[in-house]
C-alpha cells in the first residue's frame, strides 16, 4: 500500500467521486468511471468488480506505464458504496489499527469521469485518429435484448452495425462502423458498452477472391474516392517503377508524375515492390477501406521515379546521386508540390553501424537545401534482417544493424511494428505470431549496436504498422503469411487487384503517406516541422515499455524502438486535453567576432519563446502532474569525409539545443543562464538547469538532429516554467571557417504540447483566446 496522508487522501478523491458522478446521480443512471493507481502501485481490481447486479462492475482494465487505469460501470447504489467507502478510510481503523478500506482506498491516485478512449482495450492499434472512419469491434455486457439495444442506438447515432454477434459467458462481440465522434455519442447513450477494439480487417479474404471479384471490390472502392486537386501534396516514390494502370492508382498517379532516371528502363514497375508501394503510400491498409462503404476522402496524391534497372543493380557508389537525380526530376515535373519522398530500397546489410555513407550524406545534403537551397522531407526504410533470422527474435533484431542510407541524420527512418497476431490460414494451424502487438516487428532492424561514444542519431526515429511473421510450433521455421500482412495494390492488374506487403518498405510507405496528410491539412509547414509533428506524436506501445520497464532502460528503449508509434491524430490537431504550439524560425548560429587584432568565430543567436501557459487553469491544478513535450527539429548539412567526426572535424554543420526556464528563475536570469551555455567552445554541459522530471534528459535527447523529450510534474511548477530557449551547438560550419559557411543561416520547428491526461480540464481554448486565433486550430507559426 502507498502512504497517504488519509484526511487529505479520501477528501480529495470523495471531490473526484462527486464531480465525476454528479450528473448520473441527478439523471439516475449508470456511469463509466476511471480509477487510476498510484504509479508503481496495484488497484485491489476485485474490489471494483461487484456480483451483485445494480451496483457496480469492472468493465476493463488497461495499463499506461506503470499506472493501471480501471473502467468501473457504476449504479446509484456503487456511487454510495464507494462514497462510504473512501470515508470509512478516512474515519475509521481495524483491529489490527490499519485503516479501514486501505486496501482499496489508498492506492487510488485519482477517480475520474471515463471516455470512450477509457474502454480502448487494443494494444495492438493505436487509438482512431479524429475523424478517422474504422470498424469496431464492440464488447458488450452479456444482458437480455444488449445487441439489439445497442445497434438501434448506434443507428440512431449515424453508425452503420455488422450482422453478426459472437457470445462468450459474460460477453457479446459484435460489429460497427463509424467515426469517433460517433463512438463517442454512442458511449454515452449505451452502458451496455464494455471494451472497444478495431475489427479484424483481412487481407486473406480479399486474396482468396477471383480476379473478377477483386475487380468489382476496386471499382466500388474507385466510385468512392473523393479525390484532391491536381496542387495536393504527393508522396515520391522512389523505387521499382509503378504501374499507374491499376484502377486505384490512376486516379491518384498522373502520366506526368510516373518517371525514370533512365529512358531505357521505363517508368513501369517490373518487379511489384513499387506498385506494392503506391497502394500503401496511397490509401493505408486497404482492407478496411473496402470493408467502409461510405466516401473515401484523399487529400494527396502519388508520384514515381524508378531508380532500379529491370535486370542487375546499380552501381553500388551512384546510390547517393541516382537519389538526388530521382527527386529532382520529380521536382522539374511538377515544381509546386509538397511532397514527402519515400524510399524503401535499402543496401542488404549494416555494417555501417551509423557511420555515414555517401548514401545517407547525399539524403542530408539534399533535404537540407546544401545544393540549392530549398528543403525536403524524406522516409527512408530501416531495412530487414533476413526473415530466417526472426526464430531467434528479439535478440536479432538488436544484432541486425540499420541498413544503409537509413542512418541519415535528417530522413525519418521508420521501422516496422507488429500490429497483427491472429493467423487464419489452414496450412499454418498451429503456428504463431513471432513478435507480440504492438513490439518491434520481427524483421526491423535497429541501431542497438552502433557505438555510444560515437552520438550516432537515434535510429528509428518512428514505427508504424509492418505486420508480423509466423513462427512454427517448435519454434524452428518462419513463414510470412498473408493475414499478418497488409493488403495493397498487385503490379499486374490484369492478373488480380490485391497483394500484400509488410515490414519496414511497408513502415516506411505509410510514414510518407502520413507526411503527404499532415501537408495537406497544414500547407504552410516546413519539411522540418512536419517531420517533427511525426516524431512528437510518437508515444511507445505498452508492450514496449513492458519489455524495457526500467528507467536505465531508456536508452535501449530508444535504439531499438526510436520514439515510438505516431498518433496521427495527435499530429495534426489540438484536443481539449492536449495542447499544441509550434514555432518556425531562422537562426544564424554562428558569427565572425573581431578583438582588436585577432578574430575568432562565435556563437550567434539565441532564440528564447516565451511560451503563452494557460497559467490560471494550470494553477488550479496545483500538484495534479501534467505532462509537457518538446521537440527540436531542424536539417544539418552533412560533411561526410572519414575525419573521425569528432571536436574540429564534425559530421554535422551546427547542432540546436532547447532548454526550458526552471520554476524559481527569473525571465533575466534564464536567459544569462542560455547564453552563457550557448557560448561554451565544447559539448559538455554547463546549464543549470533542473534536469528532474525529463524522460530522457540532455545527454539522451540531443543525438542527431531531431531532439524531442517529455517533461512530468506537477501542473503549478510547469505554470512558472514559462519560457525555452534555443541555441546553437558546434558543428563544422564554426569550426572549419575556411569553407564560407560560418555566416549562414538554418530554420528550426519547435513542437511544444501540454497533456493533462486523466484530468477534465479544457487547457486549448484559454491559449487559442489568449492568441487571438480560431478555436477550431492550435497551429502557431512564428
Known sequence: MKAQDRGAHARDLKTELDAATAAAEEADRPIRIDFQSEPGFELALASLDSTRPGTYELLSVRHDGDVTIATVLIERKGIKHFRKAIEEYAAKDTRKGLPAREQLVANIAAIRRASVQSIWTDEGSPFPSHGEAIWWEAWLRRRAGA????????????????????????RLVTTVYGTIQ??????????????????????????SLTPREQAEWARDLRRRMVLPGSDAPVVCLLDTGVNRGHILLEPLLDERSTLTCNGQWGANDHDGHGTEMAGLGGFGDLAPLLLSGGPVPIGHRLESVKILPPAGDNERDVYGAITQEAVARAEAANPNRARAVCLTVTTRDGRDRGKPSSWSAAIDQFSAGGLDDQRRLFCVSAGNADVDDAVNYPTSNETDSIHDPG???????????????????????????????????????????????????????????????????????VDATNSLSLLTTHWMPVERQFTTAGDTSAAAALAARLAARIHADYRQLWPETVRGLIVHAAEWTEAMRRRFPAKGDVEKRLRLYGFGVPDEAAAVRSADDALTLIAQNTIQPFMKEKKGKSTRFVTADMHVHRLPWPTDVLTELGERDVELRVTLSYFVEPSPGERGWKQRHRYASHGLRFELKTATETFEQFRTRINRAARADDEKPTSKGDQRGWTLGPDLRTAGSIHSDTWTGPAIDLARRSAIAVYPAIGWWRERHHLGRWNKQTRYSLVVSIRTPGIETDIYTPVAVQLGIPIATGIVTR
Not at 454477434?165 to 459474460?170: N, S
Not at 455519442?185 to 486474396?207: H, I, M, P, Q, V
Not at 490460414?425 to 555510444?452: I, M, N, Q, R
Open 182 to 207: 460517433q463512438m463517442g455519442a454512442l458511449f454515452e447513450e449505451d452502458d451496455a458498452l464494455a471494451e472497444l477494439r478495431r475489427a479484424k480487417e483481412l487481407s486473406t479474404e480479399f486474396l
Open 407 to 477: 542512418q541519415s541524420w535528417n530522413a525519418i527512418t521508420v521501422g516496422a511494428l507488429a500490429d497483427r497476431v491472429d493467423i487464419t490460414e489452414p496450412e499454418f494451424h498451429g503456428w504463431s505470431a513471432v513478435a507480440p502487438a504492438g513490439d518491434l516487428g520481427p524483421c526491423s532492424t535497429t541501431s542497438s549496436t552502433w557505438p555510444a561514444q560515437r552520438r550516432w542519431p537515434i535510429k528509428p526515429e518512428i514505427l508504424m504498422p509492418g505486420g508480423n511473421v509466423a513462427i512454427s510450433p517448435d519454434r524452428t521455421i
Open 147 to 170: 445487441v439489439d439495444g445497442f445497434r438501434v442506438r448506434a443507428i440512431e447515432q449515424g453508425l452503420r452495425p455488422g450482422p453478426r454477434t459472437l457470445a462468450f459467458i459474460d
